[in-house]
T-cell receptor, first 113, second 113 residues
C-alpha cells in the first residue's frame, strides 16, 4: 500500500538552527513522485517540491534542501538557518493512484526567536 | 495569475442544513481534487474530477456528499443534511493534467453547530 510516515509530530527549534523533517514512504510502484507541502498558521497549503523517483540528486532551494534516498525510502527536508516564518505544519505526500495524494500526518515546526 | 480560489472561506451551518463549497481552479487547469482535513485524521482525498466527469470518488462518504465540475463555472462540493462530524477544512486542488503537481486553494472551514 502507498503510505507516508512522518514520525516527528512536533519539533521546536530556536531561530537560526538547522532542522530536518523526516519522511519515510512505502510504495509498490517502481516509478513515483514525492511531494512536500507547507501549511502555515493561516491555513493554506503551499506546494514546496515534487521529486521524481528517477532523480536521486539532492535538491536545494535557498534555505530549503531535500535528501531523497531510495535505498531507505526516505525523502527528508532540511531547513537551514530557520526563521520564525518557517513555523508551519509540513506534509510529505505520495500519490496513491497516480493522482490522489496520500499525506503523512504532518510535522508541526515551531521556530522561536 | 490567480491561484486556486475557494469560497466561502468560512461556512457555518446548523445540523441538517446543506453546505455548498465552491472551487475555481487555476487558469489552464482542468483537473480538480477535493480533500478533507479533520483535526485528528489529517488530509484525506475525497474526489477527483475533470470537466463534467467524476474520475474517482473513492474517498467520498457514500451518503450526503456529492461533487460536480460543470462545463462552465466552479467545481462544487455539496454536503446535504450536515452533521457535526462534517466540521473540517475542505481543500480543493487543481492541476493541468492528471499526474501533474496539485496546487491547493486556501480551503473552506466548515463548522456545523
Amino acid at each position: 500500500a502507498q503510505k507516508v510516515t512522518q514520525a516527528q509530530t512536533e519539533i521546536s527549534v530556536v531561530e537560526k538552527e538547522d532542522v530536518t523533517l523526516d519522511c519515510v514512504y512505502e510504495t509498490r510502484d517502481t516509478t513515483y513522485y514525492l511531494f512536500w507541502y507547507k501549511q502555515p498558521p493561516s491555513g493554506e497549503l503551499v506546494f514546496l517540491i515534487r521529486r521524481n523517483s528517477f532523480d536521486e540528486q539532492n535538491e536545494i532551494s535557498g534555505r530549503y534542501s531535500w535528501n531523497f534516498q531510495k535505498s531507505t525510502s526516505s525523502f527528508n527536508f532540511t531547513i537551514t538557518a530557520s526563521q520564525v516564518v518557517d513555523s508551519a505544519v509540513y506534509f510529505c505526500a505520495l500519490p496513491a493512484t497516480g493522482y490522489a495524494l496520500n499525506f503523512g500526518k504532518g510535522t508541526s515546526l515551531l521556530v522561536t526567536p | 495569475n490567480a491561484g486556486v480560489m475557494q469560497n466561502p472561506r468560512h461556512l457555518v451551518r446548523r445540523r441538517g442544513q446543506e453546505a455548498r463549497l465552491r472551487c475555481s481552479p487555476m487558469k489552464g487547469h482542468s483537473h480538480v481534487y477535493w480533500y478533507r482535513q479533520l483535526p485528528e485524521e489529517g488530509l484525506k482525498f475525497m474526489v477527483y474530477l475533470q470537466k463534467e466527469n467524476i474520475i474517482d470518488e473513492s474517498g467520498m462518504p457514500k451518503e450526503r456528499f456529492s461533487a460536480e465540475f460543470p462545463k462552465e463555472g466552479p467545481s462544487i462540493l455539496r454536503i446535504q443534511q450536515v452533521v457535526r462530524g462534517d466540521s473540517a477544512a475542505y481543500f480543493c486542488a487543481s492541476s493541468p493534467k492528471g499526474l501533474e503537481t496539485q496546487y491547493f486553494g486556501p480551503g473552506t472551514r466548515l463548522l456545523v453547530l
